[in-house]
T-cell receptor, first 114, second 109 residues
Framework: IAGITQAPTSQILAAGRRMTLRCTQD?????MYWYRQDLGLGLRLIHY???????GKGEVPDGYSVSRANTDDFPLTLASAVPSQTSVYFC?????????????FGAGTRLSVL | EDQVTQSPEALRLQEGESSSLNCSYT??????LFWYRQDPGKGPEFLFT???AGEEKEKERLKATLTKKESFLHITAPKPEDSATYLC??????????FGGGTRLMVKP
């Protein structure tokens, strides 16, 4: 059982370039999330999706977009990367939406924007 | 505004030296508190959920407790494999999780 798979594991990106971080889950969970983790700031929610076909904005959505065409995939796109988007990005899923549900995390994508 | 603060930021223990990690929160109506463990280079892994003041949960050398304003993660006789970052999180007004900054625990043999 793979759980949540994120790709790439790490990436160095030139500022201004477009980048899509991939996230796939095999647990048939309805809800999925994208977080960024920065030293001293903890995990902050970027975008979420409570079910396929719907998305919502989290705490820090600016500069990011998501789509949820099916249950399993939840890609995160940086349309024009900036250095402040250097971070570690985690995808997570839960059986249903709402904060009372346990979230299961992927291993993360380490992104550096130069 | 919902806030979650963890202390200390880092904690060094000798193997067998018991201690506690703190998670204090300010939320409008507590709807649960989560503890996660994060190993270097990996994503957080769920440990416990606590729902009401006075509740306690245990797993191996870890025990989590909850009051109306804070939660403690007690570590009894820790081993080097307990070294990790421990995160707590609470549901916020938007029905999403607000995470604390974490406590990085290092247990020396």
């Amino acid at each position: 059982i793979a759980g949540i798979t994120q790709a790439p594991t790490s990436q160095i990106l030139a500022a201004g370039r477009r980048m899509t971080l991939r996230c796939t889950q095999d647990m048939r969970h309805n809800a999925m999330y994208w977080y960024r983790q920065d030293l001293g700031l903890g995990l902050r929610l970027i975008h979420y999706s409570n079910t396929a076909g719907t998305t919502g904005k989290g705490e820090v959505p600016d500069g990011y977009s998501v789509s949820r065409a099916n249950t399993d995939d939840f890609p995160l796109t940086l349309a024009s990367a900036v250095p402040s988007q250097t971070s570690v990005y985690f995808c997570a899923s839960s059986p249903a939406g709402g904060a009372k549900n346990i979230q299961y995390f992927g291993a993360g994508t380490r992104l550096s924007v130069l | 505004e919902d806030q979650v603060t963890q202390s200390p930021e880092a904690l060094r223990l000798q193997e067998g030296e018991s201690s506690s990690l703190n998670c204090s929160y300010t939320v409008s109506g507590l709807r649960g508190l989560f503890w996660y463990r994060q190993d270097p280079g990996k994503g957080p892994e769920f440990l416990f959920t606590l729902y009401s003041a006075g509740e306690e949960k245990e797993k191996e050398r870890l025990k989590a407790t909850l009051t109306k304003k804070e939660s403690f993660l007690h570590i009894t006789a820790p081993k080097p494999e307990d070294s990790a970052t421990y995160l707590c999180a609470v549901p916020n007004a938007g029905n999403m999780l607000t995470f604390g900054g974490g406590t990085r625990l290092m247990v020396k043999p």
